[in-house]
């Protein structure tokens, strides 16, 4: 296909018209409790659609989710009351696109990073 300015229409060897790729607008969520992967896999992802030219929104930092759990060390009650203090932090980033789903799935082809989830909503 020829490269086409903005508001013209594309046409085949036929003189048919061909359609446009329907613009959808994605959302795309990502959750790590591992910051430096997190971070390595959105700069990857907004790299990514820049190099293809989208609409890009984002990395959004989302506020950190504090998980912690306080137990007692003694298994058995007795004993001095010495208490285990764990925490676990969840990390997220939305990365909103403006693309045909086509491009998408070949955007977020790249290797995940461990323990990185990547959730995609599609609005439209």
């Known amino acids: 296909m020829s490269h086409v300015a903005k508001g013209e229409k594309e046409y085949d060897a036929t003189g048919a018209q061909i ?4 613009i959808h607008k994605i959302r795309i969520t990502l959750t790590s409790a591992n910051v430096k992967n997190l971070e390595k896999f959105s700069g990857d992802l907004v790299n990514r659609a820049k190099d293809k030219e ?3 929104k984002g990395p959004v930092r989302l ?10 060390k003694s298994p058995c009650g007795e004993g001095s009351k010495t208490w ?3 925490e676990l932090r969840v ?19 790249i290797s995940l990073e461990p323990g990185v989830e990547v ?6």
């Not at 506020?63 to 007692?72: E, H, Q, W, Y």
């Not at 959730?119 to 439209?124: D, F, K, N, R, S």
Request: net charge positive; proline share 4%; charged share 30%.
């Open 19 to 22: 359609p446009a790729a329907k």
């Open 54 to 56: 989208l609409k890009v």
């Open 63 to 72: 506020p950190t989710k504090k998980l912690k759990i306080t137990t007692r």
């Open 84 to 86: 285990d203090h764990f």
């Open 91 to 109: 990390h997220k980033r939305l990365i909103d696109l403006e693309s045909s789903s086509e491009i998408v799935k070949q955007i977020t082809s």
């Open 119 to 124: 959730e995609v909503t599609i609005a439209q």
